[in-house]
Nanobody, 127 residues
């Protein structure tokens, strides 16, 4: 059974930092891509970052480049998203998702490419 569990979201002041975690069970991270998405109230869910199964390819949305960093710990089967220099517009529910694809080099921001989703963790950035 595939399960993704996010944690780490909380209220933080503008300019602060957080590290989100996504614990994965049922798949090993060195075969599947994992992506981070976010959804703010009244907005579409958008792709924020992803890491390929090989670990050699990453993606960052323009709005977070230079501030967010994705990483993983294969031994713990956990993916992380480090959020630095947070802004109020980063406020959203953050979801991790796993793409069950043959292509281990895949890394993308399209929601339709991802097969399994976590329940989300709330990040709130106060000004």
């Amino acid at each position: 059974q595939v399960q993704l569990v996010e944690s780490g979201g909380r209220l933080v002041q503008s300019g602060g930092s957080l590290r989100l975690s996504c614990a994965v069970s049922g798949f090993t991270l060195d075969y599947q891509a994992v992506g981070w998405f976010r959804q703010a109230p009244g907005k579409e869910r958008e792709g924020v970052s992803c890491l390929s199964g090989t670990g050699g390819k990453t993606y960052y949305a323009d709005s977070v480049k230079g501030r967010f960093t994705i990483s993983r710990d294969i031994a713990k089967n956990t993916v992380y998203l480090q959020l630095n220099n947070l802004k109020p517009e980063d406020t959203a529910v953050y979801y991790c998702a796993l793409a069950d694809l043959q292509d281990r080099t895949y890394c993308g921001s399209s929601r339709s490419d991802y097969d399994y989703w976590g329940q989300g963790t709330q990040v709130t950035v106060s000004s």
